[in-house]
């Protein structure tokens, strides 16, 4: 073997002539002899290998749609018929309602609907709060105000009717579930 061959500057040389078809060079009788069938089986290989490539792809993209539709994370744009307004007329119903109590039943409920919305997102967790800590601030600009409601649901939840609720906080915290929904436009205006 020539050792001309170890010559990194010989070997792309020889690279080159071989593609652009140059064969004055040195090139060694056995290569040249052969050179129409490796490009022949080369070409094979390489659309032998650009097909499995695709054809992986194409089947990662149907497994994870297959372990969305699944898991129930499909998003899908909502339409005006599938919008959850009959359950955002319920939870204002309670909050103009006189009693407290269903004051809190319409932040309880707003809460709830509000882990819909970030189930439709594609975030996973055990609660809405694991769920919330998951989003970045600049996917959602009224995550503050969506952790401050939660937080009052919360107080609502572990202390019961020891809670003290005004009916001024609880249009104030519906307000801000209401600033949550219409952001990702989950309710129809």
């Known amino acids: 073997m020539d050792i ?6 010989y070997l792309f040389l020889l690279i080159y002539n071989l593609l652009t078809g140059q064969h004055e060079t040195s090139i060694p009788g056995h290569l040249l002899e ?7 089986i080369a070409t094979f290989l390489t659309l032998f290998l ?7 792809v194409v089947r990662i993209f149907q497994i994870r749609k297959e372990e969305r539709a699944e898991l129930g994370i499909i998003f899908k744009p909502v339409t005006s018929e599938e919008k959850q307004n009959t359950d955002w007329e319920r939870i204002l119903e309670h ?14 409920d707003a809460d709830v609907l509000l882990e819909k919305m970030v ?6 967790g055990e609660n809405l709060g694991e769920k919330l800590k998951q989003i ?19 107080q609502i939840a572990h202390a019961g009717s020891n809670f003290v ?13 209401r600033q949550a929904f219409e952001e990702f436009k989950f309710l129809e205006n």
Not at 50 to 56: L, R, S, V
Not at 95 to 108: F, L, T
Not at 165 to 177: C, F, N, Q, W
Request: charged share 30%; aromatic share 14%.
């Open 119 to 124: 189930d439709v997102m594609g975030y996973r």
């Open 165 to 177: 609720l005004t009916e001024r906080e609880a249009r104030r915290v519906i307000d801000l579930y």
């Open 95 to 108: 909050s103009k309602s006189d009693n407290p109590n269903d004051w809190k039943q319409a932040i309880i």
């Open 34 to 40: 052969y050179w129409e069938t490796y490009k022949i």
């Open 50 to 56: 650009a097909t499995g490539i695709i054809y992986c």
């Open 136 to 154: 970045e601030q600049s996917d959602f600009k009224n995550l503050d105000n969506a952790w401050e409601a939660h937080k009052v649901r919360n």
């Open 4 to 9: 001309r061959f170890l010559n990194l500057e």
